[in-house]
């Protein structure tokens, strides 16, 4: 499985001298996380400028990615700013598509959202401003008969929430844990408040559940919200990284990147193992 770490950007802008900015941007502040869309890499996102006069960036499909707030003038001084913005989405999306390296093998894992849903159109349950819903994350395993205290069976559980104002934050276990051991054939229950920020009709937050056999570190995944600064950024790049896992995190959401995209293999020591699971949350007014 291969882990993207860089996004293609296609610049459609009429003016020639704005788009030639822009791409100079891209091709020397991008980082490794966004580069000039071509042969090497396809069409992730669009910058455009709209009617009112202001930089809007797309996803492939010419639609605008929603919530990125304030609006940004389309001229000399703003380019720094949506270019800003695109290596802040780059990043974001590395820690929203990542996934197991081998889909095949047991996950261990269930998650489960009750409480409060209406279903609009027969598929996707949608969620209203201020509706409370339980999380519940199950360790599928059952306890071993011949060992009931067999540790490779227990878990550890981290909770990721990748939000609206395209920030990441760790939220379970909160305040400083790093993860919560779940045994085999148990349960644990989040309650989680769902709302709007202001000014939005809607928004989709996603929970993503990790599940370790080791100890590892995810606060590396952590970013703060769009056009934020992260005063933990400095402290958390001086740390130790102790593991391969934590190794990967860092890089997805490092300073810079020099590789399109990093190999993802599945460990071959049992207690090196790891899976993921998500779900999404669409909240609207």
Request: glycine share 8%.
């Amino acid at each position: 499985t291969d882990i993207r770490l860089q996004r293609g950007v296609l610049v459609d802008i009429a003016d020639a001298a704005l788009k030639q900015a822009v791409e100079t941007a891209i091709q020397t502040n991008g980082k490794g996380f966004v580069a000039l869309a071509g042969s090497d890499a396809p069409v992730d996102f669009q910058v455009a400028v709209n009617a009112a006069g202001e930089f809007e960036i797309q996803d492939a499909g010419d639609q605008p990615i929603p919530n990125l707030r304030p609006p940004v003038k389309a001229d000399a001084a703003g380019v720094g700013k949506v270019v800003q913005r695109l290596v802040h989405l780059s990043k974001y999306a590395n820690v929203r598509e990542l996934d197991v390296p081998d889909k095949s093998a047991p996950q261990n894992i269930e998650i489960a959202i009750s409480g409060a849903q209406s279903v609009t159109d027969g598929s996707a349950p949608t969620y209203r401003d201020g509706d409370r819903v339980k999380l519940t994350i199950t360790n599928t395993q059952q306890p071993n008969p011949a060992d009931p205290n067999d540790p490779g069976r227990v878990l550890n559980i981290t909770v990721m929430a990748l939000g609206s104002d395209w920030g990441i934050s760790q939220f379970y276990p909160d305040l400083a844990g790093t993860f919560e051991t779940l045994d085999p054939g148990g349960k644990v229950e989040k309650e989680i408040d769902l709302y709007l920020p202001e000014g939005y009709r809607e928004n989709t937050d996603i929970i993503k559940v990790f599940a370790t056999r080791a100890t590892t570190q995810f606060r590396w995944l952590e970013m703060p919200a769009l056009d934020q600064p992260d005063p933990l950024f400095e402290a958390k790049r001086k740390g130790m990284i102790a593991d391969p896992l934590a190794t990967l995190f860092a890089t997805m959401t490092g300073e810079a990147v020099k590789t399109r995209a990093l190999k993802l293999a599945a460990p071959r020591q049992p207690e090196r193992r790891w899976t993921v699971v998500q779900v999404e949350l669409l909240v609207k007014a």
